[in-house]
């Protein structure tokens, strides 16, 4: 057996939550245990390179496993591995991320280990503004905005004095990410539209958020028809005020832009959310995770291959803290190891700052699904010209025949 109360402590962000189960492993003909890793940070070209030299790192330590890296884009990735499961052929380990864990896991080929996130092992969403926009707006780049009006007032500013640069990134596109992504957004009006949450779509929390979001996109404040994913590269240009994003924003500007760590801090700051109706402050978990599929007949060595992702200090330096920029595992180095990496304004940010706000949605695979419903009235909330309470009514209705 594992001991639990060990593999709890590994962890922090990136964020790496495990899932295993038990089984004998197999060796493969030279003798080599064979282990497959699907995962997306091989298939793109930022995080390619160094998780290629993790992986190569890995078998030298460890040279009776071999690692076959499976490159799958991460918009494709859980509809390949449920897939493969339905065919009886998943990998050993594989990167996933938010909800998608969840939907993967209620297949019962994933076993929780410690649940699916601790107290401390969170990698959240954070209020990213553009200090060269707001100064050049006239505004005080050093006071970012702390409430849902001040946010509007700034928004505001910025596109009257920069027209072409987006206010505000937030993905509203229809998928459970997004969803997820703007659940604290949904908090914030003290809005809760799962039954799961004990909450209703048709409340007038709710419908003060769709509200909200129609004047966004009335003012030209977002953009709706932008993954997370497609702001981060405007964000790198200076085409973006305000972004709400991971602490991994701050590894693809610099990769963009090849800007320095210290002209990002002059350029980029990090806050929380800015409060609506509900007076508080939240953000969402969406971390991504390392699972071991149930039958995998190498468990043994998959979870060594994890303990290392997560552990390692070269893999952490590499990786991790690389192009990624993520929060690193707290015992994977002793900690005066990583304390200068740490000390940074971002990660302060993070630590102190956003991490207490987090909130969790009812995740299952009702979230999936309900998602469809909720963001698709989102999207009639900042595309169409229906009424409000018809789109709230229209989501209850929805979600009442599920």
């Known amino acids: 057996m ?79 591995l449920a897939l493969r499961l339905k065919a009886g052929n998943p990998p050993d380990v594989a990167q996933l991320a938010g909800n998608d864990t969840f939907v993967i896991a209620s297949t019962g080929k994933l076993e929780p280990l410690g649940g699916y996130v601790d107290a401390d092992l969170k990698g959240p969403a954070g209020f990213w503004y553009n200090k060269q926009v707001m100064a050049k707006a006239g505004l005080d780049p050093d006071k970012p905005p702390r409430t849902i009006d001040e946010l509007m007032s700034a928004m505001a500013t910025i596109k009257k004095s920069q027209p072409d640069v987006i206010p505000l990134a937030l993905d509203t596109t229809n998928r459970p990410f997004s969803l997820q992504s703007n659940w604290p957004w949904i908090a914030t009006f003290g809005a809760t539209p799962l039954a799961a949450s004990k909450g ?63 002209d990002f801090y002059r350029h980029w700051g990090v806050t929380t959310q800015p409060v609506g109706p509900s007076g508080k402050p939240y953000s969402f978990e969406g971390g991504h995770q390392l699972v071991i599929f149930a039958d995998s007949a190498q468990k043994k060595a998959a979870w060594t291959f994890i303990q290392y992702l997560a552990t390692s200090p070269e893999a952490v330096k590499i990786y991790t803290l690389g192009p990624g920029s993520s929060l690193p595992p707290l015992s994977a ?19 102190v700052s956003v991490i207490p706000t987090l909130t969790t949605p009812p995740f299952g695979p009702a979230f999936a699904t309900a998602s469809s419903a909720i963001m698709a009235g989102v999207q009639q ?22």
């Open 2 to 80: 594992v001991d639990t109360n060990g593999l709890r402590r590994i962890l922090f962000a990136a964020s790496i939550t495990l899932l295993f189960g038990f089984a004998i492993d197999a060796v493969a003909a030279d003798g080599k245990i064979v282990i497959t890793f699907a995962n997306w940070a091989a298939a793109e070209g930022t995080t390619k390179p160094s998780i290629d030299q993790v992986i190569a790192d890995f078998e030298k330590a460890h040279p009776d496993i071999q690692i076959k890296s499976e490159a799958i884009s991460f918009s494709e990735i859980a509809r390949q």
């Open 381 to 402: 909330a900042v595309t169409g010209s229906e009424p409000i309470d018809q789109i709230a009514n229209s989501i209850q209705q929805q979600l009442d025949r599920q």
């Open 200 to 262: 209703r779509a048709d409340s007038p929390e709710m419908k003060r958020y769709l509200t909200w979001m129609r004047d966004l996109a009335k003012n030209g404040y977002i953009d709706p028809g932008r993954k997370i994913g497609e702001f981060r590269p405007l964000a790198a240009q200076d085409k973006v005020a305000f972004i709400w994003d991971q602490v991994l924003l701050q590894g693809v500007i610099q990769s963009v832009n090849k800007m320095s760590d210290a």
């Open 333 to 351: 180095a002793p900690k005066q190891e990583l304390a200068a990496k740490l000390d940074t304004p971002i990660y302060r940010s993070f630590t």
